[in-house]
């Protein structure tokens, strides 16, 4: 299914006009993130915040590189964590769950995570482009009120 959609998209993805984002649109995107916890290496989003002109100097050396498609050793690792959805009243001292029961988080680094961000923003109006008019959830500027239920 996926080989179907991306032949029938491929010619129409414009991303040639696409430029890479600047040290600019790295702060920038410092400025809307919500602080969660951090990745393996510990540092929280208000480190960066902290300096922010400073990181984005720092964050887009990497961002070009990964333009590359090197991504640097260990940029993309991660701590996965498994806490309950709920919490069961007759619990001991070891709890047990399958995983229907468990939410599934994803603890990457603050800089991978802001690079992402930012490069993610730019290549969003060439993706809206071939996304259908009838998608509405997690495509930017479309309201998820007006998508028809089935």
Known sequence: MLQVHTRRVAGRLQFQNIELPSAHDLGATLKHFHHSAPGRDGIPHAAWQALPREAAKTLHPI?????????????????????????????????????????????????????????????????????????????PGRQFPLMPLC
């Open 63 to 139: 961002m070009l590189h990964l333009a590359t498609f090197k991504a640097p050793v260990g940029f993309n690792d991660q701590n996965v964590i498994f806490p309950p959805k709920k919490i069961e009243e007759a619990e001991g001292s070891q709890v047990t769950r399958s995983a229907a029961q468990l939410r599934t988080i994803s603890l990457r680094n603050t800089d991978n995570k802001i690079v992402a961000t930012t490069m993610n923003r730019a290549i969003i109006p060439a993706t809206l482009d071939v996304t259908q008019q009838n998608q509405r959830v997690f495509c």
